[in-house]
């Protein structure tokens, strides 16, 4: 079909500090049920433009 797949411009190869350190505080916040505190955080991801997608083996972050 000609996707590649291999090479997706929208996977990140590192993210951005800022980024990751609110990702961490977003886990540790729905880790505890704070999950009022998580939305405020995922929101912040949002505004800096990485979206944040909760899997069973943990979080996904990508660019939006």
């Known amino acids: 079909?000609?996707?590649d797949l291999e090479h997706n411009e929208f996977e990140l190869k590192e993210t951005p500090e800022e980024?990751?350190?609110l990702a961490n505080e977003r886990e540790a916040a729905r880790a505890s049920g704070d999950y009022k505190k998580s939305d405020e955080l995922r929101e912040q991801i949002k505004k800096l433009g990485f979206a944040i997608e909760d899997t069973d083996s943990g979080q996904k972050i990508?660019?939006?």
């Open 1 to 3: 079909l000609g996707l």
């Open 19 to 21: 980024v990751q350190k």
């Open 62 to 64: 990508s660019k939006i």
